[in-house]
């Protein structure tokens, strides 16, 4: 397991890599531990059910869809989230290919929000993206 995560982090450029046996396991953890006391959660509303499962089990005060593929949908909600909630972490999640419709996100326009917020994270589901995104199909 150890080698395969060590593969897995140099196949993606990263440091290290954490590996789940599914896709629906990983969403679930991933956004039922992230997001803690006090933050906010954006996310498309057409993100997969296990993205769901994973927000509704978090400790996040606010999980809002926004509309599909919207970023300046998303943008204005991370605008008010952000002055609602000046000290929030804010958190976008998005899927980088959906599943059920085979579209893109539209990522660089939805990192472009999250930094112009200055602290706003971007957390993107490759799970339908490996292999057909990116460099190589690195993401």
Known sequence: HDEFEAFAAAFHGRDAA?????????????????PQPGDVVLYDERSHNSSRFGLARSRATEATPFPHNDAAACKALLRAARRDRP??????AVEAVYSMDGDE???????????????????????????????????
């Open 18 to 34: 954490l590996l789940f046996g599914s896709g629906h396991a990983a969403n679930c953890a991933a956004l039922a531990t992230l």
């Open 87 to 92: 000290d929030a972490g804010l958190i976008v």
């Open 105 to 139: 996100a539209p990522l660089s326009a939805l990192a472009d929000a999250c930094l112009e917020d200055g602290h706003a994270a971007l957390v993107v589901d490759e799970a339908h993206a490996t292999g057909i995104l990116g460099p190589e199909g690195r993401g």
